[in-house]
């Protein structure tokens, strides 16, 4: 099966496409499209951030890193520890 080119027109913008979902037309650059590998995502931005499963993505991702940090603070605070701990004794105070 062959592919259909997606359609495009020239405006005073430049080349604008065709989302696929919404069938409006954008200007083909990366504020109105994501890209990947050098080529446009078929659905505008718009369309692809009110998509369910981007949505539900979104949080599950949003999910992990609030676990994440949970466990982290868990412990409570810690204590900051330089990267040397012998760097002040060698080094001494300026004063």
């Given at each position: 099966?062959?592919?259909v080119p997606r359609p495009k027109i020239e405006t005073e913008l430049g080349t604008e496409i065709q989302c696929s979902r919404c069938k409006d037309f954008w200007p083909a650059d990366?504020?109105?499209f994501y890209t990947a590998r050098g080529k446009l995502h078929p659905w505008c931005k718009a369309c692809y951030l009110n998509d369910e499963k981007v949505i539900q993505k979104a949080e599950r991702w949003k999910e992990s890193l609030r676990a994440a940090r949970a466990a982290r603070n868990e412990g409570g605070v810690r204590e900051?520890?330089?990267a040397?701990?012998?760097f002040v004794e060698e080094r001494?105070?300026?004063g």
């Amino acid at each position: 099966m062959k592919r259909v080119p997606r359609p495009k027109i020239e405006t005073e913008l430049g080349t604008e496409i065709q989302c696929s979902r919404c069938k409006d037309f954008w200007p083909a650059d990366g504020e109105f499209f994501y890209t990947a590998r050098g080529k446009l995502h078929p659905w505008c931005k718009a369309c692809y951030l009110n998509d369910e499963k981007v949505i539900q993505k979104a949080e599950r991702w949003k999910e992990s890193l609030r676990a994440a940090r949970a466990a982290r603070n868990e412990g409570g605070v810690r204590e900051v520890v330089p990267a040397h701990a012998g760097f002040v004794e060698e080094r001494g105070t300026h004063g």
